[in-house]
C-alpha cells in the first residue's frame, strides 16, 4: 500500500492560513491524492483530491509538488469549525481507502 | 452529501448477546462499507459491498458479519458480542468503489459499548 506520512498535531491561529503537509514518496503516476477530514464527534467527511495540478474547491486548496512526493492542504482562512483531525490518502485504482493516523489540527482563538 | 443514516446511533450491550446495526442511504450508492475506530488505531474497514447480495471481508472481519438485501441498507451483525468489540462504528457509501476520484461519503457513527 502506498503510504503517507503526516505530522500529528499542528496548531494555527484563527483567522490566519494553514497549510497542513503529507509526504508520499512512494507515490506512482495513477495515484491520486485525497484529504478528508474529520470533525470532533463526526465522520469523515471528504475535503478535496487532485492528481498533478493543484485544484481549489470551496473548502480548500491543494498544493502538489511537481515530483508528486509531496503535498499540502490549506485552508485560506482558519476558524475553530476547522478543528479537525486531516487525513491525507492515496487512493489506487483498485485499492481500498486506507486511513492512517492524520493531522490533529488545533485552532487557537 | 449523501443522506447516510445510522442505527441505533448509541448502544449499550453485555458480551455475548447479538448485536445488529443499521446503515441507510438515499444516494443510490454502490458500494456500502462498515468502519471501526478505536484510539490509536484510526478507522479500520470491516466489510463492504459492492451490490446487493455482494459482500467482502475488510482487515477486521473476525466477529462480523453483514448482509445487503437492498441497496439503500446495509446490516452489520456481531454474533456474540465481546468486550473488544466496543467501539465506533462508521457506515460509508461511494458510488464506485475504487478509482482515483472515488470518495466515500460517511454516516454519523454508532457508539457501541459491551459490558
Known amino acids: 500500500d502506498a503510504k503517507t506520512t503526516q505530522p500529528n498535531s499542528m496548531e494555527s491561529n484563527e483567522e490566519e492560513p494553514v497549510h497542513l503537509p503529507c509526504n508520499h514518496s512512494t507515490i506512482s503516476g495513477t495515484d491520486y491524492i485525497h484529504w478528508y477530514r474529520q470533525l470532533p464527534s463526526q465522520g469523515p467527511e471528504y475535503v478535496i483530491h487532485g492528481l498533478t495540478s493543484n485544484v481549489n474547491n470551496r473548502m480548500a486548496s491543494l498544493a502538489i509538488a511537481e515530483d508528486r512526493k509531496s503535498s499540502t492542504l490549506i485552508l485560506h482562512r482558519a476558524t475553530l469549525r476547522d478543528a479537525a483531525v486531516y487525513y491525507c490518502?492515496?487512493?489506487?485504482?483498485?485499492?481500498?481507502?486506507?486511513f492512517g493516523k492524520g493531522t490533529r489540527l488545533h485552532i487557537l482563538p | 452529501d449523501a443522506g447516510i443514516t445510522q442505527s441505533p446511533r448509541h448502544k449499550v450491550t453485555e458480551t455475548g448477546t447479538p448485536v445488529t446495526l443499521r446503515c441507510h442511504q438515499t444516494?443510490?450508492?454502490?458500494?456500502m462499507y462498515w468502519y471501526r475506530q478505536d484510539p490509536g488505531h484510526g478507522l479500520r474497514l470491516i466489510h463492504y459491498?459492492?451490490?446487493?447480495?455482494d459482500t467482502d471481508k475488510g482487515e477486521v472481519s473476525d466477529g462480523y458479519s453483514v448482509s445487503r438485501s437492498k441497496t439503500e441498507d446495509f446490516l452489520l451483525t456481531l454474533e456474540s458480542a465481546t468486550s473488544s468489540q466496543t467501539s465506533v462504528y462508521f457506515c460509508a457509501t461511494s458510488p464506485w468503489g475504487a478509482g482515483g476520484t472515488d470518495t466515500q461519503y460517511f454516516g454519523p457513527g454508532t457508539r457501541l459499548t459491551v459490558l
Open positions: 490518502i492515496l487512493r489506487r485504482r483498485d485499492d481500498k481507502i486506507i
Open positions: 444516494e443510490n450508492h454502490r458500494y
Open positions: 459491498s459492492y451490490g446487493v447480495k
